[in-house]
């Protein structure tokens, strides 16, 4: 695996590329410094974990290739080699002159089985000869497919571990900011939001603020997004168009505000609508 500081860096720098991160990369080095020094050591304990688990699928996968790899290799070259002597049998049945074969082989040439039969031969040769360099070709296409499936642990193992160190160097990143500008009065986290419209249609188009809101909900393992605005400023319109969205649309559950507000009620309404959602998503 890749040197850790390495894997941080590199997903740190790619922190700062998002929207919400945009505005402290003046303060970028600064920042990424105070990571290393301070939360290095944080984000690694957070994922030794999924890390070591990473190693073991690699590890596995190893153990297992050198078997089914070695064999796999043998079974092919043993082919090749059938292959090649069928070639070569051909030829020298084909192109050799029929004086010097017989004395090659020790057989007269008139009588001897090869001679009487040596076209017939030669046809049966050709399909041998196909017929192997197929299952030549059909070896290597097994062992490649093979050698795929043996990594699929491994894959499924990195793809988890790497969102496990994303969330966690995003967490670091927005700790570092408060650590190393804090002192200096600078607020974590932008608190302005573009102007929002309240839409009439039941189709609703797609806005800039909309998709960061998006964005936001799945670069987060978990986050609480609060939207303020007065009356028709388009809140309703943004969860509408969260709620419409394929890639979200399994995930996400309105639940309207009454007009009058009991907060027992509201959060056993809550939670059972949450539930309803999670319940149908499992049928699926």
């Known amino acids: 695996m890749p040197n850790f500081a390495d894997e941080v860096t590199e997903i740190a720098e790619e922190v700062f590329g998002r929207r919400e991160f945009s505005h402290y990369t ?9 990571l290393a020094t301070d939360h290095l050591d944080e984000i690694e304990n957070k994922v030794q974990v999924e890390r070591l688990q990473v190693s073991e699928a690699e590890e596995a996968q190893r153990a297992e290739w050198q ?35 017989a004395a090659w082989l020790g057989v007269d040439e008139k009588n001897s089985w090869i001679f009487t039969h040596r076209q017939a031969l030669a046809v049966w040769l050709v399909i041998g000869t196909v017929f192997l360099g197929l299952a030549t070709i059909g070896q290597l296409w097994r062992r490649n497919v093979a050698r795929r499936l043996s990594m699929t642990p491994v894959e499924l193992a990195r793809g988890v571990y790497e ?18 500008l804090g002192p200096e009065g600078i607020v974590a986290f932008p608190t302005h939001a573009p102007r929002l419209v ?7 188009t797609p806005s800039r603020t909309a998709n960061y809101i998006k964005e936001f909900i799945l670069e987060h393992d978990s986050s609480a997004i609060g ?14 168009a969260l709620r419409g ?38 049928r699926r």
């Open 163 to 180: 969102r496990a160190l994303t969330s966690a160097t995003q967490e670091a990143v927005a700790s570092s900011i408060n650590d190393e």
């Open 26 to 34: 003046t303060h970028k080095r600064r920042i990424l410094h105070r």
């Open 245 to 282: 969205d394929r890639e979200l649309s399994e995930l996400v559950t309105v639940v309207p505000s009454p007009v009058r507000y009991d907060p027992g009620e509201f959060v056993r309404r809550l939670l059972h609508e949450t539930a309803k959602t999670i319940a149908s998503r499992s």
């Open 67 to 101: 078997i089914k790899g070695r064999r796999a290799l043998l079974r092919g070259i043993v082919l090749a080699l059938a292959t090649a002597t069928m070639i070569t049998e051909f030829l020298f049945l084909t192109l050799t002159p029929p004086a010097n074969l």
């Open 227 to 240: 939207l303020a605005g007065t009356r028709g400023s388009g809140k309703s319109t943004v969860m509408r």
């Open 198 to 204: 309240e839409l009439d249609t039941s189709q609703v």
